[in-house]
């Protein structure tokens, strides 16, 4: 089998590149992979083990994909990465590796950023939601509602996948969701992250070597937006009686640096805060090894699965989660959960309890690099891709044409009443205007009170 494989590379600051770069070593050896990417430079050493092919939207060799077996679009949530990918999905058929449930923060992003089309988006949006999603639209194009607000409502990802034959996702939720709406082949398979061979007793070594008093390491890392809850870390860090027994070190991309450094230095916490930026895979793998205790949490959650949260377990690192979408479903054992509606006090209470015993938050490490080494084998997923690929191959989206039946019948019954209320009150307005007429043609008006 041959699959074109459209996808962010690395180094591209998006862990939907790392999670190609793991999968593609199991994924080659099932079939021939040749990567699509509209990046100028990737990491060479992809090119031991598949081919890369460098494209622009508007120059694809249709041919080519034509001529193979099958195409696969992953797409995210960040319009930096997959607009272009996007567009090639709209005009070829392929299975789309859907890695958020939620789009409206991708969709907002294409159409003001990349194709600068207002309307365009507009229009979308009331395709898919009737036309009383317009307003919600025009205020979050116009800054008046936040991409968050709007996404709950109106996720937009059915626009991601008007020509998918199949669609793989990573979570039981998102499955689900798509599954009831029996428009598209669905896959569910675990996302995917080969365990390294390090030894899982290691990763308590520096917690057993470290002397009481001295600082324990929390990290956090990867695309930081404000959904990570950086500002409430932070609030909670500096509000905490104990809190120059610990250090925070921020790696990865901040959306919103200045603001972030600004929070730091009016909490006082520049002694116990370091953003360190985008760094090399290597150093941050050095900084997870020595770390004992990592943040992730995410709220609003776009309905993805973590690969931040699978790199975590691979140190064996504990874990503050938020309790929301996919981390929710993660077995108590292996995290600790913070609830978004108590953000500060439950950090602050999971900080005093680590204190107490970094022995018991070390095990839960160990559970979570069981979970990962028992449930998202790359191998596995692989194989997923290959034999979902029998059942997407064979789909041909004519389902569409029910969905768009669907849709433009809502939309003519809103239309009908519309027009039969409008008849109505003309009819009703011709009569007033008779008896109004009578009323005057004989003078008695004032006496009706008309």
Not at 41 to 65: N, Q, S
Not at 198 to 203: C, I, K, N, T
Not at 319 to 330: E, H, N, P, Q
């Amino acid at each position: 089998m041959k699959i074109n494989w459209f996808s962010p590379l690395p180094p591209a600051m998006t862990d939907i590149a790392h999670y190609t770069g793991r999968i593609l070593p199991a994924l080659q050896e099932r079939a021939e992979v040749i990567l699509w990417t509209d990046q100028t430079g990737w990491d060479p050493t992809l090119e031991k083990t598949a081919t890369v092919h460098y494209y622009k939207p508007d120059r694809v060799p249709w041919d080519d994909l034509n001529r193979d077996d099958l195409t696969i679009f992953n797409i995210g949530n960040n319009s930096l990465f997959h607009s272009t990918i996007w567009q090639v999905s709209r005009r070829h058929p392929g299975i789309v590796v859907l890695h958020d449930l939620s789009l409206q923060h991708f969709f907002l992003g294409v159409y003001m950023n990349q194709l600068k089309d207002r309307n365009g988006y507009l229009e979308k949006m009331a395709f898919y939601y009737g036309q009383q999603s317009r307003d919600d639209a025009a205020m979050a194009w116009d800054g008046r509602l936040t991409p968050d607000e709007v996404s709950e409502k109106f996720p937009l990802t059915p626009l991601a996948l008007e020509q998918a034959t199949g669609v793989i996702v990573h979570t039981p939720n998102a499955f689900q969701n798509l599954k009831c709406e029996n428009r598209w082949p669905v896959c569910y398979a675990p996302l995917p992250y080969a365990a390294s061979h390090m030894p899982v007793g290691d990763a308590l070594k520096p917690v057993k070597l470290k002397a009481p008093g001295l600082p324990y390491n929390l990290i956090v890392f990867g695309y930081i937006g404000s959904n990570r809850r950086l500002d409430a870390i932070l609030q909670a860090l500096a509000n905490f009686k104990e809190r120059d027994k610990f250090r925070l070190s921020i790696y990865g991309q901040l959306a919103n640096e200045h603001p972030i450094r600004s929070l730091i230095s009016s909490l006082g916490l520049k002694n116990l805060v370091r953003i360190h930026g985008f760094v090399p895979e290597a150093e941050l793998d050095s900084a997870l090894s020595s770390a004992h205790m990592a943040v992730n949490l995410r709220y609003p959650s776009m309905g993805e699965a973590s690969g931040s949260q699978l790199r975590i377990w691979d140190h064996a690192l504990p874990s503050l989660v938020s309790k929301v979408g996919w981390y929710a479903d993660i077995p108590e054992e292996a995290v600790v959960f913070v609830r978004p509606e108590h953000e500060i006090e439950d950090i602050q209470e999971h900080f005093r309890a680590f204190l107490e015993n970094p022995g018991r938050f070390a095990k839960m490490g160990e559970a979570g690099r069981r979970i990962l080494e028992e449930h998202h084998d790359p191998g596995a997923y692989a194989q997923a891709i290959i034999g979902f690929s029998k059942e997407a191959c064979g789909f041909h989206p004519p389902v569409i044409v029910n969905y768009l039946t669907a849709r433009c019948g809502a939309e003519m019954a809103v239309w009908a009443r519309t027009a039969i209320l409008d008849s109505a009150i003309s009819k009703a307005a011709e009569e007033i205007m008779k008896l109004c007429n009578i009323c005057n043609s004989s003078g008695q008006s004032g006496d009706r009170g008309c």
